[in-house]
C-alpha cells in the first residue's frame, strides 16, 4: 500500500502564476478530500469528491480555486492566479464509503501534503 | 453543526509521565470522534476513533480515549510519554450517517505536545 501520494512536496511560486498540485488517492478508495492547513485558521477541508463527482465544495476559497477528479486514480486543485495568502499545506485524502446502505466510512488516509509559498 | 476545542495548544511532559491531552465537542447529531497524529513534514496518521460500542477505545502507541458523552469530552490519554510521542495531536467530530454528512470531518486546532528527557 503506497499510501495517498501528493506532488510536489514543495513550491515556491510568484504572485499571479498558475499552481497545480496534484493527488493520487490509495487505490480502492472512493471518496477524495482536499484540505488546507495553516497557522491561522487549521485544517480547513476545501472540497469532497465521491466516486470523482464533486459533492461538497463549499470550503473553495473563491473562484481562483478549482479542483478536478477525472479518474478514480487522480485529482488536481489548481490556483490560479495565486496570491500570498494562498501559502499554507494543502494535503489530499483518501477513504473508501461503502456503495450502499449506511455502511461506515473508513478513516481518512492522509498524503505528506504540499508547502505552498506564494511570494 | 459541529465544533471541536483542544484546550492546550502546547502540552509538555517527561518521559515516563502520564499524558493528557483534552478535547471537548460539541454535534447536533451522535457524533464519530478521532484522534490524528501529526509529526513534522508528514500528513496526519489516524491514532484512534470512537464510532459506537465501548466508549474506551484503544489506539496505536499505547493511546486511549474515553468518550463521555454527559462531559461531550474525548481526551487522549496515555500512561507513560515516549520521546517519539513528540508531534501535534489532532482532535475531529464527524456526524453520522445522518443526513449523509459523515465525510465532514471537523478538526481542532491541534495541541504540540513536546516530551522532555
Known amino acids: 500500500d503506497a499510501g495517498v501520494i501528493q506532488s510536489p512536496r514543495h513550491e515556491v511560486t510568484e504572485m499571479g502564476q498558475e499552481v497545480t498540485l496534484r493527488c493520487k488517492p490509495i487505490?480502492?478508495?472512493?471518496?477524495l478530500f482536499w484540505y488546507r492547513q495553516t497557522m491561522m485558521r487549521g485544517l480547513e477541508l476545501l472540497i469532497y469528491f465521491n466516486n470523482n463527482v464533486p459533492i461538497d465544495d463549499s470550503g473553495m476559497p473563491e473562484d481562483r480555486f478549482s479542483a478536478k477528479m477525472p479518474n478514480a486514480s487522480f485529482s488536481t486543485l489548481k490556483i490560479q492566479p495565486s496570491e500570498p495568502r494562498d501559502s499554507a499545506v494543502y494535503f489530499c485524502?483518501?477513504?473508501?464509503?461503502?456503495?450502499?446502505?449506511?455502511?461506515?466510512?473508513?478513516?481518512?488516509?492522509f498524503g505528506n501534503g504540499t508547502r505552498l509559498t506564494v511570494t | 453543526a459541529q465544533s471541536v476545542t483542544q484546550l492546550g495548544s502546547h502540552v509538555s511532559v517527561s518521559e515516563g509521565a502520564l499524558v493528557l491531552l483534552r478535547c471537548n465537542y460539541s454535534s447536533s447529531v451522535p457524533p464519530y470522534l478521532f484522534w490524528y497524529v501529526q509529526y513534522p513534514n508528514q500528513g496526519l496518521q489516524l491514532l484512534l476513533k470512537?464510532?459506537?460500542?465501548?466508549?474506551l477505545v484503544k489506539g496505536i502507541n499505547g493511546f486511549e480515549a474515553e468518550f463521555k458523552k454527559s462531559e461531550t469530552s474525548f481526551h487522549l490519554t496515555k500512561p507513560s510519554a515516549h520521546m517519539s510521542d513528540a508531534a501535534e495531536y489532532f482532535c475531529a467530530v464527524s456526524g453520522t450517517n445522518s443526513g449523509g454528512s459523515n465525510y465532514k470531518l471537523t478538526f481542532g486546532k491541534g495541541t504540540l505536545l513536546t516530551v522532555n528527557p
Open positions: 485524502a483518501s477513504s473508501h464509503k461503502p456503495l450502499l446502505g449506511a455502511g461506515e466510512r473508513s478513516p481518512l488516509h
Open positions: 487505490s480502492g478508495h472512493n471518496s
Open positions: 470512537y464510532t459506537t460500542g465501548a466508549t
